[in-house]
């Protein structure tokens, strides 16, 4: 059993940045892929970012690469977003979520084959 806690969202203004974190408990948190997802309201929760389970593999959907990056410190259990040049299209509640992965190629978007979720953090873009 993973619980997963995120934190950071707040009010940021247009070309702002915000960094979230994501702190998991449990011992196997290395063992666990984990993706970044959002969802504003009256739209579908979409993928954000991902990460696999060792750090070395990262994936992106097309509106955030070169403004979001993803990390994680398995030292520490706890994944990151760090989200600059924001756009107020970026509001949204954003979500963690983990996978147990056998093995470091383990790579998906689909909110569906994640079996761990935080309980979000608001982010706002806005002027």
């Known amino acids: 059993q993973v619980q997963l806690v995120e934190s950071g969202g707040g009010l940021v203004q247009p070309g702002g940045s915000l960094r979230l974190s994501c702190a998991a408990s449990?011992?196997?948190?290395?063992?666990?892929?984990m993706g970044w997802f959002r969802q504003a309201p009256g739209k579908e929760r979409e993928f954000v970012a991902f990460?696999?389970?060792?750090?070395?593999?990262?994936y992106y959907r097309d509106s955030v690469k070169g403004r979001f990056t993803i990390s994680r410190d398995n030292a520490k259990n706890t994944v990151y977003l760090q989200m600059n040049t924001l756009k107020p299209e970026d509001t949204a509640v954003y979500y963690c979520?983990?996978?147990?992965?056998?093995?470091?190629?383990?790579?998906?978007?689909?909110?569906?084959?994640?079996?761990?979720w935080g309980q979000g953090t608001q982010v706002t873009v806005s002027s």
């Open positions: 990460i696999n389970r060792n750090g070395g593999t990262t």
């Open positions: 979520a983990g996978r147990y992965s056998s093995g470091s190629n383990y790579y998906t978007p689909h909110p569906s084959e994640y079996d761990y």
């Open positions: 449990g011992r196997t948190f290395s063992s666990y892929a």
